[in-house]
């Protein structure tokens, strides 16, 4: 029903405005990106694409990331007939973005996340999908909506890095024949896992590097966690998406059940990105108004980073991790 709501509202809407979430990753862009060339292709409409934050050069490489605008770039005197929010767990995953949204005359949420309760117009959750690329591949093929090969691409993309590689634990039949049926359509596995897991420049692996050689273990070695500051994203000269893997890379070690990045975003805020073999992660997330995932989940906590390394240890020790 909803997919049906959905194609009906883009066939009406004049203008359209896609976003994604802030702290952008593989799923929220490639899904934006594949979004855009399928209304292009089926409904003959141009979309408006809009990312709160920077899009990492990681992702460069999708069909239509160049349209991509920043918040700056935006006339927010405009409304909208219809917005979409792909892959935004909450209204505050899109920040500014928020004054589009409710002034649409139409909004759309377009997600897998649990913790998404629904604060659109049209709510199509799948809390079961790896990501919402392999969401919105459900959704094309209802529709029987054509799906070109740079929408494949980057679908496939939203999937691969949703699912580690189809190694994370949300990894399922369903997710591998998306991708299997992506695949057909033209994405190319080799390809798309080289730009998106081996194009990192030096700094990039010299500063994880360094961020892992200060990791801190505790609670008998099954907590595990690093903190990143400014200064050294500065030092290293960086990328934007400078900690993306880390909390992996620390769920890795064997002894590991819960791990965890702590980012300096301010000197009263620090972002929190969390990692688990068994335990819920999103449950502690969402005492800081975070949320995700079971084992995969973030949240932003005011205070120094020193201050929420506290806070999130004492979450996990009331949970008897």
Avoid at 119 to 136: F, K
Avoid at 223 to 238: L, P, R, S
């Amino acid at each position: 029903m909803e997919f049906l709501q959905l194609n009906d509202i883009i066939k009406s809407s004049k203008n359209i405005l896609i976003i994604s979430h802030i702290n952008p990753d593989g799923d929220t862009l490639g899904s934006i990106c594949a979004m855009a060339d399928v209304i292009k292709d089926n409904f003959h409409k141009e979309c408006d694409l809009l990312c709160p934050s920077r899009v990492p050069k990681t992702y460069e490489f999708l069909h239509n990331s160049e349209k991509i605008k920043t918040l700056e770039e935006m006339d927010f005197s405009r409304e909208y007939d219809l917005v979409i929010c792909v892959d935004d767990a909450a209204l505050d995953r899109i920040g500014d973005a928020k004054t589009l949204f409710e002034k649409a005359k139409c909004t759309a949420n377009i997600d897998h996340h649990k913790t998404n309760r629904g604060y659109a117009d049209i709510n199509i959750i799948r809390a079961e999908a790896s990501s919402t690329g392999e969401v919105l591949c459900e959704i094309f093929e209802d529709l029987k909506l054509k799906v070109s090969k740079e929408a494949a691409s980057s679908l496939y993309t939203a999937i691969l890095t949703d699912t580690g590689s189809f190694r994370f634990d949300n990894t399922t039949s369903d997710s591998l024949k998306a991708a299997a049926h992506l695949v057909k359509k033209g994405a190319n596995p080799s390809s798309i896992y080289k730009k998106v897991y081996e194009s990192s420049s030096k700094n990039h692996v010299l500063f994880q590097a360094y961020c892992i050689s200060k990791a801190e273990f505790t609670d008998e070695d099954k907590v595990a966690y690093t903190t990143v500051y400014k200064k050294d994203i500065e030092k290293f000269n960086a990328p934007e998406d400078c900690t993306e893997g880390l909390t992996e890379k620390l769920r890795a070690i064997v002894t590991t059940e819960v791990a965890f990045v702590a980012r300096e975003i301010s000197s009263s805020v620090s972002k929190i990105s969390m990692r688990s073999k068994t335990a819920d992660v999103a449950e502690i997330c969402a005492v800081f108004g975070g949320g995700g995932h079971k084992l995969a989940a973030g949240c932003m906590i005011k205070g120094t980073v020193k201050e929420a390394v506290k806070k999130i240890l004492d979450e996990i020790r009331k949970r008897k991790i």
